[in-house]
């Protein structure tokens, strides 16, 4: 198994985002994340999913997306040069000043944002690439992580 | 431009479609619908006893015309008995447009009286489908409901209309075109891989064909017999692909699969080429797929993308028109011998014919053959239901033309094969139509002897009547140490429960009740001559079983013969 990056466009009606992850559990595909917005036109709208699958079923996905009427276009964003972004946001457990600190000191060196400080937290947004994401996540989580919010991955074929 | 309502546009658009007749049942939201219908000689309507019966009637109407079938059902209840017949359609690939009725657009998601969410419930069973909700939409939904149905690789598409946009009016205009971004089926082959067929096909040494319903959906059969022939390779075809070549020339193998022929199992098994045309490698057909054919290279011929190493990898994919790409390769490819191969396969015809017990007892088979040979020269069309009678009327019958077998093959649906007779009759009213049936799949759409006895539709069902679900019997017997889990529809012979010669007087059908081999003929031959539906109930041999027959997992040339 291993992660596949695949961009569909689609009509922009009701009931498309239906027929995608229906086609998904209905063959039994496992979504890793699914991002959906319009496009420069209106009318169309671009999916991007990450798949966990094999070669022989990432495939049939390709193939059974196409098969859908209010798929356009089937893009594989996996073999080629693509820039991927993701938006995350961590609610991290901070009460002491020290502590507070730390966690500004980590967001300064990574270019990450503090979004929100509450009493006994504090909310850190961050956008970038799955490594970049993870990197953040590991250097937070000594410090108690309450919640993590991701929109899925976005991608976009370079050049 | 003068305006009309939702219905009537509806109408005027089956009509530009050439939609001839419409299979139905009416109901609450459907009334403005049935109102406009009622004032029009064409479309036909035909009332069915239930919408499943319209659904299915539609469908053999569909398999035996090749025109696209068409059905309406009210809203909620009525369209959800819509879907075992959509989901069969769309299993077989077969062209439907079935029309639903649905609650005021007003109330969707109220869980209003009698609603249902139907481009929900079958989205994942039709090809596509739509909910109308603005009547100036309409004209253009129905212009390309059609389109998606028939084209590419065809299947059902819903609308789904509800009730006061059937009476909205607007301006009406039949769309000329129809332009879909995301659907453009692709169907001239490509020449490289053409080639690349054709150089296998000169390489190979024990090349066969395996034809399914593809080649009947695409009208190729004759391309498939020239090509056949010119290049001296056998024909296999799927339960799906029968009549897509004549089973009495001597390059046919017949069926292959779980009740295939032995020879024709083996022949693709020892095969190093398999010429696969509007085919899919079903499980029914691979048996255990590690074990599939496992020095055939593959050349796969399909409309359908998704269908190409779905199951198995193949080697020289050529996606297009089946009737298209044969016209090429019919152009190029070469006379062929392989003489070793046909003795081989000569061999295994006469060491592994497919044969039953002959002996005094009335056994299914013997009925399947006597209609074959008393009817030889009326061109019948053989629908069927589901189980033990398919597989014996798929085994002994000898189909020679496309578009003469009728039977659900992907989804199996019992209580199919009477309705699609019915649709079959009306699709060819000179036909002469069978139902083949058991005792068990002919109650599930019994009901539609009263649409047979109305419209007059000489439909002939043959009831093979064992007492049993037989095909589940048939493995309780063989896997499950013959506990017979309610599959025993009847204790013994003698209790008739129904007596299906009353049944079918109490229609106004005709019954005819055959319980010795002697009487067989006879009866086949006076059912012929009724110009009403009949019910033949021949009581049966009640243990008799399929073979040969391939267990479940098993690769399939390891096949139970029963007779040895």
């Not at chain 1, 356009?72 to 020290?98: F, G, N, Q």
């Amino acid at each position: 198994m291993a992660k596949f990056i695949v961009a569909a466009l689609v009509e922009n009606k009701f009931g498309v985002l239906a027929r995608v992850s229906g086609l998904f559990s209905a063959r039994g595909y496992n979504i890793d994340s699914l991002a959906v917005g319009e496009t420069e036109s209106s009318n169309v709208s671009r999916m991007t999913i990450v798949v966990d699958a094999d070669e022989k079923i990432f495939e049939q996905i390709k193939k059974q997306l196409n098969k859908l009427i209010d798929v356009i276009s089937v893009h594989d964003l996996t073999a080629s040069k693509c820039v991927d972004r993701e938006l995350i946001l961590i609610k991290v457990k901070a009460e002491k000043i020290e502590i507070r600190e730390k966690i500004v000191q980590i967001v300064d060196s990574t270019g990450a944002e503090i979004v929100d400080i509450g009493k006994k937290t504090v909310t850190v947004e961050e956008t970038g690439d799955e490594h970049k994401i993870k990197a953040l996540v590991e250097l937070l989580r000594p410090y108690g992580i309450l919640e993590i919010i991701r929109t899925g991955k976005i991608a976009i074929q370079s050049g | 431009m003068s305006k009309i309502n939702g219905a009537e546009i509806l109408i005027r658009c089956l009509q530009e479609e050439g939609v001839k007749h419409i299979f139905g049942y009416p109901g609450g939201s459907v009334i403005p619908l049935s109102d406009k219908l009622f004032n029009y000689k064409s479309p036909e309507f035909h009332l069915t006893r239930h919408e499943q019966g319209a659904i299915h009637a539609a469908d053999g109407y569909a398999r035996v015309t090749g025109e696209v079938g068409v059905c309406i059902a009210t809203s909620g209840p009525g369209a959800t008995n819509l879907v075992t017949g959509i989901a069969t359609a769309n299993m077989d690939s077969i062209p439907i447009v079935a029309i639903t009725g649905q609650v005021k657009s007003t109330l969707i998601g109220n869980d209003a009286f009698q609603e249902a969410d139907m481009v929900g419930i079958t989205r994942p069973i039709t090809k596509h489908n739509y909910l109308v909700k603005d009547v100036k939409e309409l004209a253009k939904v129905i212009k390309e409901a059609f389109h998606i149905a028939r084209s590419g690789r065809p299947g059902p598409v819903l609308i789904d209309l509800p009730v006061d946009v059937q009476l909205h009016e607007t301006e009406y205009e039949y769309p000329k075109s129809v332009d879909i971004k995301g659907y453009k089926p692709t169907y001239k082959g490509h020449v490289g891989q053409i080639k690349r067929a054709l150089k296998a096909i000169e390489k190979a040494k024990k090349p066969i064909i395996y034809a399914g319903g593809g080649v009947i959906l695409s009208e190729a059969s004759k391309e498939l017999t020239v090509f056949a022939r010119k290049s001296n390779i056998p024909v296999t075809t799927t339960l799906m692909g029968l009549g897509s070549f004549p089973e009495d020339d001597s390059l046919s193998l017949g069926m292959l699969g779980m009740h295939g022929t032995a020879y024709a199992n083996h022949a693709v098994q020892s095969s190093d080429l398999i010429i696969a045309i509007g085919s899919r490698f079903d499980d029914r057909v691979t048996g255990r797929l590690d074990d599939f054919a496992p020095s055939a290279v593959v050349v796969h011929i399909d409309i359908d993308p998704a269908s190409v190493s779905k199951n198995i990898q193949v080697d020289i994919p050529i996606i297009g028109d089946a009737k298209l790409i044969l016209k090429e390769l019919n152009k190029a490819v070469k006379k062929g011998k392989f003489p070793e191969w046909h003795k081989t396969i000569k061999n295994w015809k006469k060491e592994l014919p497919l044969t039953y017990k002959d002996d005094n007892k009335l056994r299914p088979q013997y009925v399947v053959e006597q209609i074959c040979a008393l009817t030889k020269e009326l061109d019948p069309i053989i629908c069927t239901e589901v189980g033990q009678n398919q597989m014996w009327a798929a085994q002994h019958f000898t189909y020679t033309k496309p578009r003469t077998w009728i039977s659900s093959g992907g989804l199996g649906t019992m209580g199919y094969g009477f309705p699609a007779a019915i649709g079959a009759q009306i699709g060819k009213p000179d036909a002469l139509v069978f139902d083949i049936a058991g005792d068990g799949s002919i109650q599930m759409n019994i009901q539609e002897l009263a649409t047979a006895v109305t419209e007059k539709l000489p439909v002939k069902i043959v009831i093979l009547n064992n007492g049993y679900l037989g095909m589940v019997r048939q493995w309780q017997e063989l896997f499950y140490d013959k506990r017979y889990a309610w599959t025993v529809l009847a204790d013994d012979m003698k209790c008739k429960c129904p007596d299906f010669v009353k049944l079918a007087e109490s229609y106004g059908a005709k019954g005819i009740r055959i319980r010795k081999k002697a009487d067989v003929s006879k009866a086949i031959k006076a059912a012929i001559k009724e110009t009403g539906p009949v019910i033949m109930d021949f009581i049966i041999e009640r243990e008799e079983n399929v073979f040969p027959m391939v267990p479940a997992g098993k690769p399939i040339n390891q096949m139970l013969h029963g007779l040895s």
